[in-house]
C-alpha cells in the first residue's frame, strides 16, 4: 500500500515536471538536467549554510548566491525564447570586452576604435539570429580585423600603435567572437529531439563550469605537483588530470541525452572541454598577473568580474563548437 | 517637486547609463556616507563623477547630495541652469570675483546645516583625463566653519577614459570607486590637502582600471 502511494506520488510529480517543461516549450532532457543544475545549487546552497555555522565564508556565501543569480538568469532567457536567449550571450559579449578593455592599458586616442569594437557585438550576434554561418565566422577575423587598424590610422596617433592595435584585435577575439560561438549552437539544425539546442548549451556550459570546480575540488584534496607555477601557484597536475577524468566521463554519459553524440564522441568532448577550459583559465591568469590585480572586476561577489567567470568558456566555446560542427553539421 | 525629478533622474538615467553602459568596481563601499551632514572629497576628471556618486545611493536619499560646482560653467545658459539647480541640485561657487569666504561659501554652510551631503571636488576644474591637478585649499574654507564635518575621500578613476573633457562621444569603460577613510581632526589646510593627496595616491592604487602606465 505505501508503495502504491509512493508510485502515485512520483508519477504525479514527473508528469507535473513534464506539463511545466511543455508550458515553458523547453525539451524534456534539457528540462531535466536544468532541474539537476537547481538541485546541485540547492545541494551546495544547503552545504554552505551548515559550514556557515560553524565558521562563515563570506567569499563562498557570495559566490554560490551570484550562482543562484547567473543560474536564475540564464534558465529564464532560455524558457522566453532562443532570440533573447542570443541577445543574452551577445550582452555578455559587451560585459566581457568592455571589462577586458577597461583593464588593459589603452591611449586615449583608440577610444573611436573602441567604440567600432563595440558596434561590432550587436552584429556579430545579428548574424546568429538570421542563421549567415559564412559570415558569423570570418566578420571579426577578417573585417573588423582590417577595419580597426585602420579606423585608429585615421586618428593618427602612432606612438604605441602596435601595441594598442594588438591588444585590441586580441580583445574582440577572446570577448565577442569566442563567446559567440555559444549563440550560434543555438541556431544549428536540430539533431536532437529530446533536448533541442538548448541541450548543446546547457551540455558546453555545464561541462566548462563543472570542470573548473572538480579540478578545484582534485586539486585541493590530492594537489602535490605544481603545473604553472609562474602563472597560477594553486593550479596542480592532480587538479587537472582529476578534472580530465571526470569530465571525460561525466560528458560521456550524459551527452547522449543532452546532444546528438555518442557516449564515444561524448568522452572526446570531454577531454575537449577539460583540457581547453583549463587554457582559456590560464590564459586569463596570465593577464590579471600581467596588470598585477586579482580579479578583472567586482561585478559578481565571491567570483570577481564578468571575465573571471567566463574565461574557460574563452577557450571551451569554438573548439566544442566546431567538434559538433564537424561531426553533425 | 524637484525631489522626485531628482528620483527620476536617477532611476531613469543617471543609473542605466552608470551601472549598464559604464560599470563599476564599488570598494569600500561601507565607507560610504549615508547620512550627512558630511562632504565627499573626490577627484574629478569627467562630468561623470557626480554621476557616479549618485548611483551609489539609495533612490530616497539622492535629494541630499549637493554637488558644488562652479558657477561661470553650470549657470551660464538658462536651460542647463535650470537642470543644474532643479534637477541636479548643485550648490553654485563662483570661481571669478573676489568675494569674502563667508559670502562666497553661504549656501555650502546652510547644506551643512541642513545635514546634507555635499560633492566636492577639491581639485577644481576637470583636469586632463586622469590627472589630478593642484588640490585647491577652498575645502579648508569651507571647514573652518563647520570643523565638525566629517569629510570622506573617494576616488574614481576610468571616467576619464568614457567620457573625457571635451569629448561628446561616450565609450563604455568600467570605472572603479574606491571609499576612503574619513578623515578627522584636520587643524590646517596644507595638513588637509596633505592627507587628501595622501590617501587618493592611496585609494589609485587600489583600482583595478589603473594601470601603473598612467601616471598621475
Same mark, same amino acid.
Given at each position: ?39 546541485? $545549487? ?6 554552505? =549554510? ?30 522566453? +525564447?532562443?532570440?533573447? #536567449? ?23 586616442? /583608440?577610444?573611436? #576604435?573602441?567604440?567600432?569594437?563595440? &558596434?561590432?557585438? %550587436? ?11 559564412? $559570415?558569423?565566422?570570418? *566578420?571579426? %577575423? ?6 580597426? %587598424? ?39 539544425? !536540430? ?9 548543446? =548549451?546547457?551540455? $558546453?556550459? *555545464?561541462?566548462?563550469?563543472?570542470? /573548473? ?24 597536475? !592532480?587538479?587537472?588530470?582529476?578534472? &580530465? ?7 560521456? *554519459?550524459?551527452? %547522449? ?8 564522441? +561524448? ?39 564578468? $571575465? /573571471? ?21 | ?29 561601507? @565607507? ?28 530616497? @536619499? ?81 571647514? @573652518? ?72
Amino acid at each position: 500500500m505505501p508503495l502504491l502511494f509512493l508510485f502515485y506520488t512520483v508519477n504525479s510529480f514527473i508528469i507535473m515536471i513534464n506539463n511545466i517543461s511543455v508550458f515553458l516549450d523547453i525539451p524534456q532532457y534539457s528540462f531535466y538536467f536544468m532541474l539537476f543544475i537547481l538541485s546541485l $545549487l540547492v545541494v551546495a546552497t544547503a552545504i554552505q =549554510v551548515i559550514l556557515g555555522l560553524k565558521k562563515p565564508n563570506l567569499e563562498l556565501r557570495q559566490r554560490i548566491t551570484s550562482w543562484w543569480w547567473i543560474i536564475g538568469l540564464l534558465f529564464l532567457v532560455f524558457s522566453i +525564447g532562443t532570440n533573447t #536567449a542570443i541577445i543574452f550571450f551577445g550582452f555578455i559579449s559587451f560585459l566581457a570586452l568592455k571589462e577586458f578593455l577597461s583593464i588593459v592599458h589603452i591611449r586615449q586616442s /583608440d577610444r573611436s #576604435a573602441i567604440f567600432w569594437a563595440y &558596434l561590432a557585438i %550587436p552584429l556579430q550576434y545579428y548574424w546568429v539570429t538570421i542563421g549567415w554561418y559564412g $559570415l558569423f565566422i570570418i *566578420f571579426i %577575423p577578417v573585417y573588423l580585423f582590417l577595419f580597426l %587598424p585602420l579606423r585608429m590610422v585615421l586618428k593618427g596617433d602612432t606612438d604605441g600603435f602596435i601595441k594598442s592595435a594588438g591588444i585590441l584585435q586580441w580583445a574582440v577575439m577572446l570577448n565577442v567572437f569566442a563567446i559567440s560561438h555559444i549563440a550560434f549552437l543555438l541556431i544549428l539544425p !536540430e539533431k536532437n529531439a529530446m533536448a533541442g539546442n538548448i541541450g548543446l =548549451v546547457l551540455f $558546453l556550459l *555545464f561541462m566548462t563550469q563543472f570542470n /573548473d570546480v572538480s579540478q578545484y575540488v582534485w586539486g585541493k584534496t590530492l594537489g602535490r605537483h605544481k603545473i604553472l607555477p609562474k602563472v597560477s601557484p594553486n593550479k596542480t597536475w !592532480e587538479g587537472f588530470i582529476g578534472g &580530465l577524468i571526470t569530465i571525460t566521463l561525466a560528458a560521456g *554519459f550524459i551527452a %547522449p541525452y543532452l546532444t546528438p553524440m555518442t557516449m564515444q564522441q +561524448g568522452f572526446v568532448a570531454g577531454l575537449l572541454i577539460s583540457a581547453s577550459g583549463f587554457i582559456g583559465d590560464v590564459v586569463i591568469s596570465s593577464v590579471k598577473r600581467d596588470l598585477q590585480i586579482k580579479d578583472c572586476g567586482n561585478l559578481l561577489p565571491g567570483h570577481g568580474g564578468i $571575465l /573571471d567567470r567566463i574565461d574557460s568558456l574563452i577557450y571551451t566555446s569554438p573548439l566544442f563548437f566546431h567538434y559538433i560542427y564537424y561531426l553533425y553539421y | 517637486m524637484n525631489r522626485i525629478i531628482k528620483i527620476l533622474f536617477v532611476l531613469l538615467v543617471v543609473r542605466p547609463v552608470v551601472l549598464i553602459l559604464l560599470g563599476l568596481n564599488v570598494q569600500n563601499r561601507n @565607507k560610504l556616507p549615508l547620512n550627512g551632514p558630511a562632504i565627499i572629497a573626490a577627484n574629478h576628471n569627467s562630468h561623470l563623477d557626480t554621476m557616479v556618486v549618485f548611483s551609489l545611493y539609495p533612490l530616497l @536619499k539622492v535629494h541630499k547630495l549637493r554637488p558644488v560646482a562652479a558657477a561661470d560653467y553650470f549657470l551660464s545658459n538658462p536651460l542647463l541652469a535650470w537642470f543644474s539647480t532643479n534637477v541636479i541640485g548643485i550648490i553654485p561657487l563662483s570661481r571669478s570675483g573676489r568675494r569674502k569666504p563667508q559670502e562666497l561659501f553661504a549656501e555650502c554652510h546652510e547644506a551643512i546645516d541642513n545635514g546634507d551631503i555635499l560633492i566636492l571636488f577639491p581639485e577644481g576644474t576637470r583636469g586632463k583625463p586622469e590627472e589630478g591637478s593642484t588640490l585647491k585649499r577652498g575645502i579648508f574654507h569651507l571647514l @573652518k566653519e563647520r570643523p565638525a564635518t566629517p569629510i570622506i575621500p573617494l576616488v574614481t578613476h576610468g571616467l576619464g577614459r568614457a567620457l573625457p573633457k571635451g569629448e561628446a562621444l561616450l565609450v563604455p569603460f568600467n570605472c572603479d570607486i574606491v571609499i576612503g577613510d574619513t578623515l578627522v581632526d584636520v587643524e590646517s589646510s596644507t595638513e588637509l590637502l596633505a592627507e587628501l593627496t595622501d590617501s587618493y595616491a592611496k585609494l589609485l592604487n587600489d583600482c583595478l582600471t589603473y594601470n601603473t602606465t598612467d601616471e598621475i
